[in-house]
């Protein structure tokens, strides 16, 4: 029997393409016709986007209340994003699963960093011996995930150096694997990356020192990658605020910059996954997963990957249905093609999540 409060909506659903009208039913995705739905909207129909690299709760100086956490999660909501992996948080945001109209979220936890070297109140600043601990703590505390801060500036050295020595790493992954969570780590420089990589890392953030026999690496291990072009966009002015004091880590970011749309077109095309985020918490704003995606094209992803990597593909990566029969109805519809146009990211016609739609 058809279900008295469907509704419909009709259009191209991405990925492929297809002209279909999809149906929603008590919060669920059906393409099985229904007398008598409502015709909702018609547009380009595109799984929720997803922000992979993202931080509910969090400001420039640490931990925020529970109600700029909820606007954060709004304006992401709004911005298209249903989807969140909150790459580290100080914030205890595990309520927001409690909220059906705020996006679906995956909490990495909060960052593990060295002590003294990292942003003040961010991170749980440990010594090596505790890393493995600690990796074991939030894996027990997350959605899954945990996040490592690989690389910082070191004062003593003046320039980029790894958090911890690799043995320390490797020890945190396997307790992290141990305890079912998968483990993604900050990566500006170089040398951290062999060791992570080799110890079996899951993902890495920003990624601006890889080569290509790391790359290859990537590949073998199967390592994703959420480059945060948005982020890495500002490099220069890292470089600038401490060419004075520290002008060796100047210069290593300025070269990082220079060879950063090389660097993650290369992972790209040898086959490395590749995931959007748009570091929104303290480093940038909420809302802004299209800023992202249009940032991936302009180093030169093609726009239908660029978007795949902020929402079918992404949201596959994360285990978290598409648009298939019996799916939550997750999904965005927009009044033009965003392949084509990418601008119409901003302008969707209406969301929808868990089945409830918002027009703009």
């Known amino acids: 029997m058809p279900h008295a409060t469907a509704q419909r909506f009709r259009g191209p659903v991405l990925p492929d393409g297809e002209v279909r009208d999809l149906y929603v039913v008590d919060g669920r995705i059906t393409y099985e016709p229904q007398a008598g739905a409502d015709t909702v909207a018609e547009g380009w129909i595109v799984p929720g986007l997803v922000d992979a690299h993202c931080h509910l709760g969090l400001d420039d100086f640490g931990p925020v209340d529970e109600a700029a956490t909820e606007q954060q999660a709004l304006d992401d909501r709004d911005g298209g994003a ?39 109140g961010y991170a749980h600043e440990v010594e090596p011996d505790q890393l493995a601990t600690y990796a074991a703590q939030e894996a027990r505390n997350g959605d899954g995930w945990i996040k490592l801060v690989g690389d910082w500036i070191s004062r003593e050295e003046g320039d980029l150096t790894p958090s911890f020595p690799a043995q320390a790493f490797a020890d945190a992954i396997e307790a992290a694997h141990a305890h079912g969570a998968k483990v993604t ?24 020192g890889l080569t290509e026999d790391l790359i290859d690496a990537m590949v073998e291990h199967g390592t994703r990658l959420v480059p945060t072009v948005m982020q890495l966009d500002k490099f220069p002015q890292h470089a600038a605020a401490g060419a004075e004091k520290f002008p060796g880590y100047a210069a290593t970011m300025t070269d990082l910059y220079a060879r950063m749309p ?73 009044p033009r093609d965003p392949v084509a146009d990418l601008s119409v990211l901003r302008e969707p016609t209406c969301t929808v999540l868990r089945g409830v739609s918002r027009r703009r």
């Open 185 to 208: 780590a900050h990566c500006f420089g170089h040398g951290v990356l062999p060791g992570l990589i080799e110890a079996g890392i899951d993902c890495i953030e920003h990624g601006t």
């Open 82 to 120: 249903l989807l969140i992996r909150d790459a580290g948080s100080a914030a205890d945001t595990r309520w927001v699963h409690d909220r059906d109209d705020l996006p679906r979220l995956i909490r990495c936890g909060r960052h593990i960093a060295a002590t003294r070297r990292y942003i003040r």
């Open 262 to 334: 090389a660097t993650i077109m290369a992972a790209y095309e040898a086959g490395v996954p590749i995931y959007a985020g748009s570091d929104g918490g303290g480093i940038s704003r909420h809302g802004n997963i299209a800023g992202e995606i249009e940032a991936l094209v302009r180093i030169g992803i093609p726009a239908h990957d660029a978007l795949g990597a902020a929402s079918w593909r992404a949201r596959e990566w994360l285990g978290v249905d598409g648009l298939v029969e019996g799916a939550s109805a997750d999904f965005v519809v927009y």
